[in-house]
């Protein structure tokens, strides 16, 4: 099948901000069987997904990802990387809904599936539980699961004493000394060294090389995260959820998951609310699984999740 790319940008919920978006899609109107809107991990952006998205797209789908507030091409001339504005992760999930009325717009009669990784996956489940509504089914890929309260007080002590020290967009290596690998369940969990983002060395290396990707985030950009992993680990996230198909994707070697334990964990707690869930976990396969050297089985599991929702549906 035929297929095009375009770029486009709208206004963000933040005054005087763009926010940049690639589309991927059928070059025919008439071959679209639906649209999936992607949300990206952090210190990354769109272009990452331009292969998983030219194949979803011969396959007849819509894919439209967007770069967040604070990353790739939707940081403005003296903006400042890994910042989200006063509205933090709140102002990226607005964008968000932004995008789907723009895309839903074009494509009104076809399912509609959002898709988040790691940061991507939080905002995702923060999606749902306020527009739902709007979607047929929603994707949490390489996300992770509940932290103690006590720790997520603490972490909110240090993030808070950093910003009143070097202010909202400072920075502190404190975030990366207590984001490695070894303590990857303690802090910060979205920060992860290169060499657990693929198997594959070649796509390591493009991330390395890639200078829009790996840059540390503001203090606040951190605190926002750890904020919004507290709001959809609670118990009450899994009540708000809507009831609409869910696929938890990852790797059993990535850290941000807990090694399987806390997607495993995510999808138990979502099956006890009543929800319809497909957990996969790939043996050895780390954190960025769209990169990792089984993709093309990854990529075939997601079309597979997505054309069981189409059949349901018809």
């Known amino acids: 099948m035929d297929i095009k790319q375009r770029e486009l940008s709208f206004d963000s919920c933040v005054e005087d901000e763009r926010i940049f978006v690639r589309i991927l ?7 679209v069987r639906g649209v999936l809107q992607i949300a990206h991990g952090m210190s990354e952006h769109s272009l990452l997904y331009v292969e998983f998205a030219k ?3 011969a396959e007849g789908f819509v894919v ?3 770069d967040h507030l604070g990353h790739g091409k939707s940081v403005s001339a003296g903006g400042s990387y890994g910042y989200f504005g006063r509205g933090g992760c709140q102002n990226l999930v607005q964008d968000m809904h932004k995008l789907y009325t723009l895309i839903h717009r074009d494509y009104p009669k076809v399912p509609y599936v959002l898709m988040g990784h790691s940061m991507g996956s939080l905002l995702v489940r923060s999606y749902c539980t306020q527009h739902g509504d709007e979607l047929a089914g929603a994707v949490f890929m390489g996300t992770c699961g509940s932290t103690s309260e006590a720790a997520f007080k603490v972490q909110k002590l240090i993030c808070s004493t950093v910003i009143k020290k070097k202010g909202e967009k400072g920075h502190d290596e404190i975030f990366r000394k207590m984001a490695s690998v070894k303590n990857s369940g303690n802090f910060a969990p979205f920060f992860i060294p290169a060499d657990w983002i693929s198997r594959d060395t070649d796509e390591v290396e493009k991330y390395i090389q890639d200078p829009l990707c790996g840059f540390d985030l503001t203090a606040s950009g951190y605190r926002d995260i750890l904020l919004l992993q507290e709001q959809v680990t609670a118990p009450g996230w899994f009540k708000k959820m809507p009831h609409i198909p869910i696929m938890l994707i990852s790797g059993d070697s990535d850290p941000v998951g807990g ?6 964990q995510t999808a138990r707690k979502l099956k006890k609310t009543g929800h319809d869930v497909r957990l996969i976990l790939y043996p050895g396969a780390k954190h960025s699984v769209l990169c990792e050297t089984n993709r093309v089985e990854v990529f075939n599991d997601i079309e597979k999740f997505l054309d069981d929702i189409l059949e349901v549906l018809s």
């Open 64 to 66: 439209a990802v967007n």
């Open 55 to 57: 194949y979803m797209a």
């Open 25 to 31: 899609e059928p070059a025919e109107k008439a071959n």
């Open 259 to 264: 090694f399987g334990k806390g997607v495993r």
